[in-house]
């Protein structure tokens, strides 16, 4: 693709006066609106149609988690990290826990690193199709919402089996796991996994062929490899512009490094690449739960650690690959039994900020399409 | 009395009363209805408490939507936010007038019934216009310049493929259009070596985006605008707005079964015999069946009142079917049998595409419109005439 291409739309042309001269329309979208996916409000500037710029008002979904932490000790603030990215709870879940772990110093049993990287990638999949099928909802295809939740049923039942929830699901205890698996996890995983294998045709059946899905998404919010680094995107947003860039690949945990898994990259780092990107990610998902539950070891599931929580005065910083992108978690701890300082670096928030670079020169209806496409979870903004 | 019973304005006026009475009740149920078949597109159940398997539900609706507040927003225009819905439902409602429902029932049969159809479905859109406008809201606005932008266009294909069927049966008036396939022994789509299919598809594109129905239906998008014009309306007139969309359903489907499938004519009109199998035999066992299905529903009802009621309607289906079967009666209803059965069929699809496609964006809708549409519609027209041409001179 020349470069050309993949320069942003040059700004429209401040339109002329007119008699009326009311040219310049701004509207409110949101917190209450159909399509932001929540409580975000976006404040638009219009000419026409035509996106003249875009500015998101987030914090209606503030709860202060990060100072929660304060005040809470390590194991009591593991269940609010699920209420962040509520719709992939298990990758906040494990994001915090390697993090209390690295601070700790301790060693994960290979049993329990495997069942984590079991339920994360199911988590994953679970999260791509819900974003899938409000994705669709917002382009206007009715239909794919309800396909999705039909399978993302199944991921939920995976859970609620293993640890009783469904959505905040808790799932990981600092040091591994608290409950070992039941007895028809690896049968249920692996019928998840070619459920999938098979739903997969059905949406790219419904969508990816169709016209109408095909231009409402080739072309639209494009972002570049260059403006995802300067905007600190990750995830498949980044992955689409082109940039082979996966933590489970560049700096392995949970013992990824031992799964054989590609990275789908796309080209343009418009919305269909978006769209293809995460749908070859549910497949990469599909074979790395596979492998994982074939090789699932026996053994403990949870490391040697204390029933009381109190690491050692010092800092960690882990991040993970949520299904959103880079999902951070930087602890301090000053000795005691809470942390002294939490912060996260929640992927939704900041690839939320190049909204307005990929909306400006678009239209109002590809505008609902960029916020799908980003895939962000209010919870996760605000905290 | 018998000057009253034998005045040429009894049918059309019971006609009259008897649309305007029943209408509203038959949109209810295109509502249900398509409630239904979209759930059953999307592994849902759609309506099942009120009534059983949800048969009362437009009932409930209705009474909700009247019983709620009229809220009129503040800076609105007032008089034309009153009067938008109404000129938009009375505009749909008129054009049912010249709508051929049978060979026996129908308000006016006039020479120009098809160009009064068109009218009143343009003026339709000043409804949704004005609505929009006079709502003082951005959102509103939106959706009515969106409307105004669309309807306009897709108006235009619109036409040309009525331009071709008309061109096709030879006269504007809807009972000869119908008259007209009966003499030819061809539905409208299949005549001209099949080439009037061209058209026939083109009407059913546009019409799906004069009726503002998804993939078009960009004027109340409702993940973009909120839900378009009618964003600020609410209760009663929110309801007109409502019935006024499934009246233009109605209505297109309507021209379009006149048009090109033959209105009220049973398919292959003029096989003799196919007569009994096709107007007797078909809608008889079509309500027997029915009636059966209504009695395994009621079998699976827990409720008494509900039993009764799945019980009653087995016995309506099966007072139907016996209704056809009976010699004197079969001849007057078979006619609005069949074009009602054609209209179904026609609203079934559009309900069909709403389940499955996703929404045009506004230049794209445009786009389709004047650089595919017209000029397709335009060939189709240029095509037509030549294929008629050759074979009837």
Redesign the interface.
């Known amino acids: 693709m020349p470069d050309t291409i993949l320069a942003p739309p040059p700004p429209p042309p401040a339109p002329e006066a007119t008699l009326l001269d009311s040219n310049e329309?701004v509207?409110n979208m949101g917190p209450q609106?159909?399509?932001t996916h929540g409580v975000l409000r976006v404040i638009l500037k219009l000419d026409g149609?035509t996106v003249l710029g875009a500015e998101c008002v987030i914090g209606y979904l503030h709860r202060g988690v990060e100072k929660i932490a304060e005040n809470r000790t390590y194991q009591q603030f593991a269940p609010y990290v699920d209420r962040m990215d509520y719709v992939a709870a298990v990758s906040n879940g494990l994001g915090y826990c390697m993090a209390v772990e690295k601070l700790l110093d301790v060693e994960i049993p290979e049993r329990a690193q495997a069942v984590r990287v079991i339920l994360a990638e199911i988590n994953r999949i679970a999260s791509h199709l819900l974003w899938l099928g409000t994705h669709?909802?917002?382009?206007?295809?009715?239909?794919p919402v309800?396909?999705c939740f039909?399978e993302r049923e199944e991921a939920l039942k995976i859970f609620e089996k293993y640890c009783g929830a469904r959505l905040t699901t808790h799932a990981f205890r600092i040091g591994g796991l608290q409950y070992e698996t039941h007895d028809t996890f690896e049968k249920d995983c692996l019928a998840f996994c070619d459920l999938m294998d098979e739903k997969l045709k059905e949406y790219h059946a419904?969508?990816t062929g169709?016209r109408?899905?095909v231009?409402?998404t080739k072309g639209i919010g494009i972002l570049n490899a260059a403006d995802c680094k300067d905007y600190g995107v990750t995830g498949p947003v980044l992955r689409a512009a082109g940039e082979k860039w996966d933590i489970r690949k560049a700096q392995p945990y949970s013992g990824y490094e031992k799964y054989d898994f590609d990275i789908p990259t796309a080209e343009n780092g418009d919305t269909f690449d978006r769209y293809m990107v995460r749908m070859e990610e549910v497949t990469q998902s599909c074979r790395i739960v596979r492998q994982a539950v074939e090789g699932l070891p026996a053994g403990p599931i949870k490391g040697k650690i204390g029933k009381v929580i109190k690491p050692p005065p010092g800092e960690a910083y882990v991040s993970i690959e949520a299904p959103k992108g880079e999902l951070g978690y930087y602890v301090v701890s000053d000795g005691s039994l809470n942390p002294y300082r939490l912060r996260v670096r929640p992927p939704s928030f900041v690839n939320l900020g190049a909204l307005d670079k990929m909306c400006r020169g678009s239209?109002?209806?590809?505008?609902?399409a960029i916020i799908g496409t980003i895939d962000i979870v209010l919870g996760e903004v605000d905290r | 009395m018998e000057e009253l019973l034998s005045s040429p304005y009894l049918p059309p006026l019971v006609a009259t009363l008897l649309i305007i009475a029943l209408f509203p009740l038959v949109a209810g149920y295109m509502v249900l209805a398509e409630r239904k078949v979209l759930a059953d597109l999307q592994v849902r159940l759609g309506p099942m408490r009120v009534g059983p398997y949800g048969a009362l539900q437009p009932l409930a609706d209705a009474l909700k939507l009247m019983l709620k507040e009229d809220i009129i927003p503040s800076g609105a225009d007032k008089w034309v936010f009153w009067m938008a819905p109404v000129l938009s439902t009375f505009t749909a409602l008129s054009a049912f007038a010249v709508l051929p429902l049978s060979d026996k029932f129908y308000v006016a049969d006039v020479n120009i019934g098809i160009l009064f159809i068109l009218a009143m479905s343009s003026i339709g859109a000043l409804g949704l216009i004005l609505g929009g406008w006079s709502s003082n809201s951005k959102y509103s606005l939106m959706g009515s310049l969106r409307a105004a932008a669309q309807m306009v266009s897709y108006e235009v294909p619109l036409g040309f493929a009525t331009v071709t069927g008309i061109m096709c049966a030879g006269t504007l008036s809807m009972q000869g259009i119908i008259q007209a396939q009966y003499e030819r022994g061809v539905w409208g789509a299949f005549d001209n070596y099949l080439l009037m299919l061209i058209p026939t598809v083109l009407f059913i594109i546009a019409g799906t985006a004069e009726t503002n129905r998804a993939p078009f239906d960009l004027p109340e998008a409702e993940s973009e605008i909120v839900a378009g014009f009618h964003t600020e309306y609410s209760g009663f007139r929110f309801a007109l707005y409502f019935l006024a969309e499934y009246a233009a359903i109605f209505v297109i489907s309507g021209i379009c079964v006149t048009l090109f499938f033959g209105g009220w004519l049973r398919p292959f009109p003029n096989v003799g015999f196919l007569e009994t199998p096709l107007n007797v035999g078909l809608p008889v066992v079509l309500f027997a069946a029915i009636a059966l299905a209504c009695i395994k529903g009621a079998t699976r009802q827990i409720i008494t009142g509900f039993k009764l009621g799945m019980f009653g309607l087995a016995g309506a289906a099966l007072l139907l079917a016996a209704l056809f079967a009976v010699p004197v009666i079969n001849p007057l209803i078979v006619g609005l049998f069949w074009f009602l059965a054609k209209v179904a069929v026609l609203v079934y699809m559009f309900i069909w595409y709403r389940g499955t496609f996703p929404r045009f964006r506004y230049d794209q809708l445009m786009d389709v419109g004047w650089k595919w549409l017209i000029p397709m519609s335009l060939g189709g027209l240029i095509v037509n005439s030549i294929a008629q041409m050759l074979a009837r001179s």
């Open positions: 329309l509207i609106h159909p399509s149609e669709a909802l917002d382009i206007g295809a009715i239909t309800f396909l039909r419904l969508l169709n109408i899905w231009n409402r239209l109002v209806a590809d505008v609902v």
